[in-house]
């Protein structure tokens, strides 16, 4: 395997192996916003703009030209959050909301910006490993190549918002540790209903964090 910055000629074939693969991670599988092999353009634009940001990691496999796996990093700035809650009011994709509104909602709360006094943070947001690649490592390695590039760029503070309890060990090999700690079962609606169906063993999302200096 080869692991490379993502190019822009090569952001369509990333959309095309996440649409195959990221509709595993469990919240979405929870609440069904992306289905397997469906464009899903709300969180399709979400990827492309965190591409831009040029700070994102794929693994190619050689042999094949396959990709086996993709780290989408993004540059997270203070205020960010507040916005993106304000845009949230003209979305009326109600999955879409129930995901990224927990997100929203904690690090909001969470307010990393000010804890460690930094304008701007280096944001794993989506980890993607092709279905027949998973379980050999590929997700630890593009941590580790993702951690570099953060470095290379200067940024003091790395974190991810872990909704798999795949990732939360990936980034507690690393040495990230929990800000937060949700548990999805607690989230119920006006008439008493889990609103995050998760299955197990995925049933906590963390906010994980790393000091780079
Ligand atoms: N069952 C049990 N443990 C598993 C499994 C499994 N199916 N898959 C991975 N793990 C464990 C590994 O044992 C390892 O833990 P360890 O260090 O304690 O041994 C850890 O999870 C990471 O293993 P990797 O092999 O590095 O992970 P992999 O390359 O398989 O990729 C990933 C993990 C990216 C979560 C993959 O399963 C995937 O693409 N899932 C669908 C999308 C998703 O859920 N993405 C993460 C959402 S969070 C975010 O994007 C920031």
């Known amino acids: 395997l080869e692991y490379t910055v993502i190019p822009q000629s090569l952001f369509d074939a990333v959309i095309d192996h996440l649409r195959v693969n990221f509709p595993d991670e469990p919240l979405n599988a929870s609440v069904g916003l992306c289905l397997h092999g469906i464009p899903c353009p709300l969180l399709e634009h979400h990827d492309l703009k965190t591409m831009e940001d040029g700070l994102s990691i794929m693994a190619i496999d050689k042999k094949t ?9 993004g540059i997270s700035r203070k205020g960010e959050t507040e916005k993106s809650i304000e845009e949230m009011k003209n979305i009326d994709n109600l999955q879409y909301r ?4 927990l997100l929203n909602d904690v690090n909001l709360e969470l307010d990393l910006f000010t804890k ?3 304008d701007k943070i280096f944001e794993v947001r989506i980890l993607s490993v092709d279905s027949s690649y998973r379980g050999k490592g590929i997700a630890k390695e593009l941590f580790v190549q993702s951690e570099a590039i953060a470095k290379k ?5 790395m974190k991810t918002d872990a909704t798999s309890l795949f990732t939360q060990k990936v980034a507690e090999s690393q ?5 937060k700690s949700v548990s999805y079962h607690d989230y119920k609606d006006e008439t008493g209903q889990k609103i995050y169906d998760t299955r197990p063993p995925h049933l906590h999302y963390k906010v994980m964090a790393k000091l780079l200096i």
Request: aromatic residues 20%.
């Open 65 to 73: 030209d396959k990709i086996a796996g993709v780290a989408l990093n």
């Open 98 to 101: 129930r995901i990224f509104g």
């Open 116 to 118: 460690y006094n930094v």
């Open 153 to 157: 760029h200067g940024f003091k503070v």
């Open 175 to 179: 040495g990230f540790w929990v800000e």
